[in-house]
């Protein structure tokens, strides 16, 4: 008996352990190293020994409410499963890290970032090579190929979350959704981290062991550099700009406010064998805990929630209380965790994580119009992500390189794929596919003046951005002033060649989907008016701009503004996006809901206010109707939907009637109708020129006339200088 008791106690187990840290936390399946261990049998339950099922589990269900999410599923908060693959990537890399140090006495960086390599990034390469190759046909050149081509070079080169934070926007904007590779923002921070952490380890080990303690060392480290991240990401969240910290580094895509979040699992990973395994009981509760903090995530936050920021604490709290659970495994929660179906889905999250968003895109943009496109292309996504894991992933996993020289081939097959794709994407976007047709619908994206002057701002005028904004300052005739939102904008080419033709001074301030008057209404379930502009965070442009004319010389003032934004409400989440960060969000949720006569009466109020308002201070006003808008019925007619193909065999354009343009616009241009009679104003209509013989379109022969849906191109606008010149002289 007491030589079976010796025995076992000096047992050596042989424990194969896959290292199966994330991607953007998404890992897989299978058997990445074999790893022998020495672990005394009386601490085999301590040791996170095997694979652990239950983490395969939590990636299933990490992937499976990013997929939703993105496949417009109601599940408002599905991003954070990011998140949680985030925590997991800690947890899993730094047990890692600890068992090769204790096994070896040292961490081999070499073979560490050669696994990492062939662990993520030959079907990373691949996913990323369909993808352009795809775009090449499908996108257009008037700007998503632009995006998906600079996205590819950084998703091959680990900057993708900045490339993309500096181009593509927002991670909910608009322009986001139409780039096939957003995805690979978080496989960027996750291999910038799979960089730095390494050498920290290391480093905090060395520090340790100095003192006797390592590990006390590394988790003394790691502690401090969550603690900075975790401060960085509450500060950004509260609008507090960290010093000398670049924009790039911080936010939703910066790697700094999401480090905390890898250090939490790294922490967990350092004390959780030290403690003992949970009773049944606690690891019940624990995961019970993490799962429902975790739903609520899912439910509780939405694209409206300031992200990283203190809600992101609830799915990384959610994700350590399951880690822990999984400690033992003698609970439900972990069990079914570690079922063979949630297993399966684990094994392949990565490749369905790196499949599903473009297959998403591509088919929205092929059914626009189908709300069932999302989220059975993320179903069908599974097909490639299936391949990709069986034939790529599992085989430079399980098949490491042998020699030196087969491992510099691969890595240069496996970059020279998607970077020479790109970089033919790129030069024939640039060289416009060798297509004058090509070429003149890329003059269509040009930044008109205002805009490029700096004209366009929530700010009210300074005389600094007066003098910027200032055209023919030494004119002699009576100034010309032009105010109002991005429509009015889209009018300053025209504008400044009717001003050098007429020798009159041209000023510009307008500001992104604010038009120059309150729009004040009382909507349903309020018995206070509401003041829509002010929400929008529009207030200080219209009265800083009004307040500027009260003191300038008496000119002809030309106003305009987008003619759907207060009355569509669909629209109005377009002015949201654009004053998101200062406007009142649930405010124009309600503002949208009002009536019909309420916004009109509020319209002609807050128009007519402003009009008396100029003419006292001496000025004439010229209110301009919108041009035709093809942002309804949805979906909207975008040009820079139009793929090569399209363009090339002009079928780019649309068409409407006057009739069908005066059941979206008739009632804005109504209103401006009764302002202008009732304060003796004038009105600037191109109706006929964008629609002659009763019908709207989008070009004149070879001249295209849309930016985009609303938006007059700048080829247009200098068209127009003619006419504005015209128009303006018969004003006096």
């Not at 020798?503 to 206070?528: K, N, V």
């Amino acid at each position: 008996m007491a030589q079976a008791e010796v025995a076992a106690n000096s047992l050596m187990i042989m424990l194969i352990r896959p290292s199966r840290e994330g991607f953007e936390g998404l890992p897989q399946g299978g058997t990445e190293l074999t790893e022998t261990l020495v672990v005394p049998a009386s601490r085999a339950k301590t040791a996170i020994s095997d694979r652990r099922a239950d983490i395969q589990g939590m990636r299933a269900i990490a992937v499976l409410v990013v997929v939703a999410f993105h496949g417009n599923l109601p599940l408002p908060g599905g991003f954070v499963g990011v998140d949680v693959f985030f925590v997991i990537s800690g947890f899993v890399i730094t047990a890692m890290l600890l068992r090769e140090k204790q096994r070896t006495g040292r961490v081999k960086l070499t073979s560490f970032y050669v696994r990492r390599f062939r662990r993520l990034t030959p079907a990373l390469a691949l996913m990323v090579a369909v993808t352009v190759l795809v775009a090449a046909f499908l996108m257009s050149p008037l700007g998503s190929q632009q995006l998906t081509a600079t996205t590819a070079f950084g998703a091959i080169f680990l900057f993708a979350n900045i490339a993309i934070a500096r181009t593509t926007g927002g991670y909910f904007d608009a322009a986001a959704s139409t780039n096939p590779l957003l995805h690979t923002w978080s496989l960027s921070v996750e291999e910038q981290f799979y960089l730095v952490f390494p050498v920290l380890v290391i480093t905090g080990w060395l520090w340790g062991a100095r003192v006797g303690r390592p590990k006390v060392g590394v988790a003394i480290a790691v502690f401090a550099l969550g603690a900075v991240s975790f401060a960085v990401a509450m500060a950004t969240a509260v609008g507090i700009t960290v010093p000398m910290m670049p924009d790039a580094l911080v936010g939703f895509y910066g790697p700094v406010g999401r480090v905390w979040e890898f250090a939490a699992g790294s922490l967990l990973a350092l004390v959780i064998m030290k403690l003992k395994v949970p009773s049944r009981p606690i690891a019940l509760w624990s995961g019970v805990a993490g799962l429902a903090l975790l739903a609520v995530s899912l439910f509780a936050i939405s694209e409206s929630t300031i992200f990283p920021g203190p809600a992101t604490i609830i799915p990384v709290l959610a994700t350590l209380l399951l880690l822990y659970a999984g400690h033992s495994t003698d609970n439900p929660v972990s069990r079914l965790l570690g079922a063979r179906p949630m297993v399966a889905i684990g094994d392949i999250s990565y490749s369905w994580y790196l499949w599903h968003w473009p297959l998403i895109v591509f088919a929205v943009l092929i059914w626009p119009s189908n709300s069932f496109a999302a989220p059975v292309a993320a179903l069908v996504s599974l097909a490639p992500a299936y391949l990709s894991y069986r034939f790529v992933e599992q085989r430079f996993r399980s098949k490491p390189t042998d020699t030196r020289r087969s491992f510099v081939a691969l890595v240069a097959v496996t970059l020279l794929v998607p970077v020479a794709l790109a970089g033919t994407l790129t030069l024939a976007v640039k060289q416009h596919f060798w297509s004058p047709r090509v070429e003149m619908m890329q003059e269509t994206q040009a930044m008109h003046a205002g805009i490029a002057a700096g004209c366009m701002s929530f700010e009210p005028v300074t005389e600094a951005t007066a003098a910027n904004c200032l055209w023919n300052a030494d004119a002699a005739g009576e100034p010309i002033y032009l105010i109002g939102d991005s429509i009015a904008d889209h009018y300053s080419e025209a504008l400044i060649g009717a001003s050098e033709s007429l020798d009159r001074p041209l000023s510009m301030t307008t500001a992104a989907g604010c038009p120059t008057y309150h729009l004040i209404m009382t909507t349903p379930g309020s018995s206070e008016p509401v003041d829509a502009t002010e929400k929008a965070g529009c207030a200080p442009y219209i009265d800083g701009t009004l307040s500027w004319l009260d003191e300038q010389p008496p000119g002809l003032v030309i106003m305009g503004a987008n003619d759907l934004s207060w009355w569509a409400p669909s629209d109005i989440v377009e002015s949201r996006d654009m004053t998101g960060a200062i406007g009142d969000l649930v405010a124009l949720d309600d503002v949208s809901s009002a009536s019909v006569d309420e916004k009109e009466r509020a319209l002609i109020a807050g128009m007519t206010t402003t009009v008396e308002r100029l003419r006292a201070d001496g000025h004439r006003v010229v209110i301009a109707k919108a041009p035709p808008s093809y942002r309804f019925p949805s979906p909207s007619w975008l040009p820079g939907q139009c793929s090569v193909a399209v363009i090339l065999s002009d079928n780019c354009g649309t068409s409407a009637t006057v009739a069908e343009m005066d059941q979206l616009q008739g009632a804005t241009r109504a209103a401006i109708d009764t302002v202008a009679t009732s304060t003796d104003s004038s009105i600037l209509d191109l109706r006929d020129y964008f629609c002659p013989d009763g019908v709207c379109v989008t070009s004149h022969g070879d001249l295209e006339l849309y930016l985009d849906d609303i938006h007059m191109s700048v080829p247009a606008s200098e068209n127009l200088a003619p006419w504005f010149t015209e128009f303006i002289s018969t004003q006096g």
